[in-house]
C-alpha cells in the first residue's frame, strides 16, 4: 500500500455494543493488510492480517476485517465491545518490496460501561 | 510462541549521548526491521535489514542512525548522538521468508531523550 488512512481518531462505544474501525489504503498492486492493537504503554500486537487469500479475515478476541477491493477498505469490526478492547488500533499495509509497513494514524478506542 | 526481544524496555538518555537499542529477533526469521513511534503519533519505518546489509531505510535514517546484525542473533540500532526529538518508543520487528509472514514486532524500548 502506498498509503494507509484512518478515517477515525477516536472511537467511543458502549460496552456490549459493535465496534466498527475505518481503513482505507491506496495501492498499485494487491496489498497485504494489517491490524494492530496498542494497549497503554505496550507493544503491538497483530490483530489479523490479510494477504490475498479469504476477503473475509478472522482475528483473535473476536475481531474481523473485510477486504473491499472496489472501496479500498479494510474496516475492522467486532460484534459486542468489552471493556478490554480499549486501547490504540493500527491499520498497515505493505509499503515496499522489503516488508516495511506503513501505517495509519491510529483510532483510538474507548469503551463506556 | 516466539517473541521478539527487546531491550531495555526505557532508556533515559542525555542530548548528546550514544544509544544502541537491541533486539533478539526470531531465530529462524530472515528479515529484520526498525520502527519508531513519537509519542501521540503513528508508527514510521525506519530501516530494513535482509543478508547483513540494509536493503531499504527511510529518509528519517539519517547519518545519525545505524544497524548491526553483530553476532547472529542480536539486530542493534545506534543513534549516535541523540537529539531531543529521537525520544520515542522504538520497536524491532522480524518475518520470515516469503510474503510478509511471521511478521512480529518486539515490545518496545521507550527513549527518552533529556
Known amino acids: 500500500a502506498q498509503s494507509v488512512t484512518q478515517l477515525d481518531s477516536h472511537v467511543s462505544v458502549s460496552e456490549g455494543t459493535p465496534v466498527l474501525l475505518r481503513c482505507n489504503y491506496s495501492?498499485?498492486?494487491?496489498?497485504?493488510l494489517f491490524w494492530y492493537v496498542q494497549h497503554p504503554n505496550k507493544g503491538l500486537q497483530l490483530l489479523l492480517k490479510?494477504?490475498?487469500?479469504?476477503?473475509l479475515v478472522k482475528g483473535i478476541n473476536g475481531f474481523e476485517a473485510e477486504f473491499k477491493k472496489s472501496e479500498t477498505s479494510f474496516h475492522l469490526t467486532k460484534p459486542s465491545a468489552h471493556m478490554s478492547d480499549a486501547a490504540e488500533y493500527f491499520c498497515?499495509?505493505?509499503?515496499?518490496?522489503?516488508?516495511?509497513?506503513?501505517f495509519g494514524k491510529g483510532t483510538k478506542l474507548s469503551v463506556k460501561p | 510462541e516466539p517473541e521478539v526481544t527487546q531491550t531495555p524496555s526505557h532508556q533515559v538518555t542525555q542530548m548528546g549521548q550514544e544509544v544502541i537499542l537491541r533486539c533478539v529477533p526470531i531465530?529462524?526469521?530472515?528479515?529484520f526491521y526498525w520502527y519508531r513511534q513519537i509519542l501521540g503519533q503513528k508508527v514510521e519505518f525506519l530501516v530494513s535489514?535482509?543478508?547483513?546489509?540494509?536493503?531499504?531505510k527511510s529518509e528519517i535514517f539519517d547519518d545519525q542512525f545505524s544497524v548491526e546484525r553483530p553476532d547472529g542473533s542480536n539486530f542493534t540500532l545506534k543513534i549516535r548522538s541523540t537529539k531531543l526529538e529521537d525520544s520515542a518508543m522504538y520497536f524491532c520487528?522480524?518475518?520470515?521468508?516469503?510474503?510478509?509472514?511471521?511478521?512480529?514486532f518486539g515490545s518496545g524500548t521507550r527513549l527518552t531523550v533529556v
Open positions: 520487528a522480524s518475518r520470515r521468508q516469503g510474503p510478509l509472514r511471521g511478521y512480529t
Open positions: 490479510y494477504t490475498s487469500a479469504a476477503t
Open positions: 498497515a499495509g505493505n509499503g515496499g518490496s522489503q516488508g516495511n509497513l506503513i
Open positions: 535489514f535482509y543478508n547483513n546489509e540494509i536493503s531499504e
Open positions: 531465530s529462524n526469521h530472515l528479515y
Open positions: 495501492s498499485s498492486y494487491s496489498p497485504s
